[in-house]
């Protein structure tokens, strides 16, 4: 894989110009289903004006959550700030770009189901209130040997820890060609290392506006997975694939800026945070069991939110403490911002920054404020201490996740109709199908038993 600097893209004619100077062959035209799957096609580099201008068509009947076969026309319109050369994709010497698209319809209005207008569409009611929100991701995941995990069993490349050097860690060099390739398609790369379970590592990338870092998870995920094929690996952001050791999550710091100043900061409180950041946090608060539906959105995820490992599965905040859904960075002024600790890098980015934008949003609005923050290890209080204080609990599976969902009418905004629709009938049918399977647990618990 030849190295080479990020193309800056900002127009229609840089495009034009890089697909020129850069010898590219072939577009690969992205976007995602309402479940986060990549979906792409993939055009000659010849139709990038046709492209460019929204009139390719496919066929949305056949993505799911889309539509009905018999209203199944739907058209791409690429996003020229998303253009990008995948670095090691090449093919006789000829390279391929790629371009995430927003979905239309045949009558040239944004398609309500793509889940891409779904957070533009809550980002536009933040703006109206004078708010941009920025995010900064930490995404994690497993990386397992790739023979053994299409039979369905997960083999661990190393037993190295939390921050491990090589040679325990055996997958450095495979961590290391997924920064550098995220660097040549323009990530700022923040830090990457091994996290606390065997296989399991942590890359974060700078904050971006919503839309833009939900762009940035998606191609993340596609990377990586990219990556560790080539070494004979597989990559998976499944939140709980080993039994015993710590999940993979994907913490978001979150922070509102308006006119250029961060809306989280104000110098003159005791804990330097504004009114309006402790009216987000009691917004989320307020929605986190229905936001829970989409940001931990697998039957997996309920089993990575147990106590043990580092998982929060309480609905509190805190300055220093770990074990609540949110936390308080110690850093201030621009930098002031919250940490949702609950969401799992499964979850479809579009919709769970859109409902979690929705819900501090809604926070704001009412003028809602947070109970006082818990400091001390929420773990260790008896249920008693937890009632007394008014402490609940995040949903503990996933049916327990869409009942609340459908409950919440402001999150069921968050997502329109159509996807939440859509949405709670896939999650349905998930949850009925993993009720009716007999595991191994169970034959090696009961089969001689009884």
Same mark, same amino acid.
């Given at each position: 894989?030849?190295?080479?600097?990020?193309?800056?893209?900002?127009?229609?004619?840089?495009?034009?110009?890089?697909?020129?100077?850069?010898?590219?062959?072939?577009?690969?035209?992205?976007?995602?289903?309402?479940?986060?799957?990549?979906?792409?096609?993939?055009?000659?580099?010849?139709?990038?004006?046709?492209?460019?201008?929204?009139?390719?068509?496919?066929?949305?009947?056949?993505?799911?959550?889309?539509?009905?076969?018999?209203?199944s026309?739907?058209?791409?319109?690429?996003?020229?700030d998303t253009?990008?050369?995948?670095?090691?994709?090449?093919?006789?010497?000829?390279?391929?770009?790629?371009?995430?698209?927003?979905?239309?319809?045949?009558?040239?209005?944004p398609?309500?189901?793509?889940?891409?207008?779904?957070?533009?569409?809550?980002?536009?009611?933040?703006?109206?209130?004078g708010?941009?929100?920025?995010?900064?991701p930490?995404?994690?995941?497993?990386?397992?040997?790739?023979m053994?995990?299409?039979?369905?069993?997960p083999?661990?490349?190393?037993?190295?820890?939390?921050?491990?050097?090589?040679?325990?860690?055996?997958?450095?060099e495979?961590?290391?060609?997924?920064?550098?390739?995220?660097?040549?398609?323009?990530f700022?790369?923040?830090?990457?290392?091994?996290?606390?379970a065997?296989?399991?590592?942590?890359?974060?990338?700078?904050?971006?506006?919503?839309?833009?870092?939900?762009?940035?998870?998606?191609?993340?995920?596609f990377?990586v997975?990219?990556? %560790?094929?080539?070494? #004979?690996?597989?990559?998976t952001? $499944? &939140?709980?694939?080993?039994?015993?050791? *710590?999940?993979?999550? /994907?913490?978001l710091h979150?922070?509102?800026?308006?006119?250029?100043?961060?809306?989280?900061?104000?110098?003159?409180t005791?804990?330097?945070?504004?009114?309006?950041?402790?009216?987000?946090?009691?917004?989320?608060?307020?929605?986190?069991?229905?936001?829970?539906?989409?940001?931990?959105?697998?039957?997996?995820?309920?089993?990575?939110?147990?106590p043990?490992?580092?998982?929060?599965?309480y609905?509190?905040?805190?300055?220093?403490?770990?074990?609540?859904?949110?936390?308080?960075?110690?850093?201030?002024?621009?930098?002031?911002r919250i940490?949702?600790?609950?969401?799992?890098?499964s979850?479809?980015?579009?919709l769970?920054?859109a409902?979690?934008?929705? %819900?501090?949003?809604? #926070?704001?609005?009412?003028?809602? $404020? &947070?109970?006082?923050?818990?400091?001390? *290890?929420?773990?260790? /209080?008896?249920?008693?201490?937890r009632?007394?204080?008014?402490?609940?609990?995040?949903?503990?599976?996933?049916?327990?996740?869409?009942?609340?969902?459908?409950?919440?009418p402001?999150?069921?905004?968050?997502?329109?109709?159509?996807?939440?629709?859509?949405?709670?009938?896939?999650?349905?049918?998930?949850?009925?199908?993993?009720?009716?399977?007999?595991?191994?647990?169970?034959?090696q618990?009961?089969?001689?038993?009884?």
């Amino acid at each position: 894989m030849s190295s080479m600097k990020p193309v800056a893209v900002k127009t229609v004619e840089d495009i034009k110009a890089a697909i020129r100077d850069m010898n590219i062959g072939t577009i690969s035209l992205q976007f995602t289903d309402i479940l986060g799957m990549v979906k792409h096609v993939e055009i000659p580099a010849d139709q990038i004006d046709k492209a460019l201008a929204g009139e390719l068509m496919f066929d949305g009947s056949s993505i799911e959550g889309f539509v009905r076969i018999e209203e199944s026309d739907m058209y791409l319109r690429p996003d020229p700030d998303t253009f990008v050369i995948l670095p090691w994709k090449t093919f006789e010497g000829r390279r391929t770009a790629r371009l995430i698209c927003d979905i239309y319809n045949p009558d040239g209005t944004p398609f309500e189901g793509d889940p891409r207008y779904v957070l533009k569409r809550v980002t536009a009611e933040a703006a109206e209130m004078g708010y941009i929100m920025n995010v900064g991701p930490e995404p994690e995941f497993f990386l397992f040997k790739r023979m053994e995990a299409e039979q369905g069993h997960p083999v661990s490349t190393d037993r190295a820890g939390y921050f491990d050097l090589a040679p325990v860690d055996m997958s450095e060099e495979v961590r290391a060609q997924i920064v550098l390739t995220l660097q040549e398609m323009g990530f700022e790369v923040e830090a990457a290392h091994h996290e606390v379970a065997p296989s399991q590592h942590e890359i974060d990338f700078k904050y971006a506006d919503a839309v833009t870092t939900a762009d940035n998870i998606v191609t993340f995920r596609f990377v990586v997975r990219t990556i %560790a094929l080539k070494h #004979g690996l597989h990559a998976t952001f $499944m &939140p709980k694939p080993l039994y015993g050791v *710590n999940g993979s999550g /994907m913490h978001l710091h979150l922070s509102l800026f308006r006119g250029g100043e961060n809306a989280f900061y104000d110098p003159e409180t005791p804990d330097q945070l504004s009114e309006v950041a402790k009216q987000f946090i009691a917004g989320i608060m307020e929605h986190a069991p229905a936001i829970t539906a989409v940001t931990n959105p697998l039957v997996n995820s309920y089993k990575r939110l147990v106590p043990g490992h580092e998982a929060p599965i309480y609905v509190t905040w805190a300055h220093r403490n770990r074990s609540p859904m949110i936390r308080i960075p110690a850093k201030r002024k621009l930098s002031t911002r919250i940490e949702l600790r609950s969401p799992d890098p499964s979850a479809n980015p579009y919709l769970a920054l859109a409902v979690t934008l929705k %819900a501090g949003l809604d #926070g704001i609005k009412r003028g809602l $404020m &947070p109970p006082e923050p818990v400091e001390g *290890n929420i773990y260790r /209080m008896s249920a008693a201490e937890r009632k007394e204080r008014g402490i609940a609990s995040l949903p503990g599976s996933l049916a327990e996740a869409i009942q609340a969902l459908e409950q919440d009418p402001v999150i069921l905004e968050a997502l329109g109709r159509h996807v939440a629709s859509h949405y709670l009938e896939a999650k349905k049918i998930e949850w009925e199908v993993y009720q009716t399977q007999v595991t191994p647990w169970e034959l090696q618990e009961y089969l001689m038993k009884y």
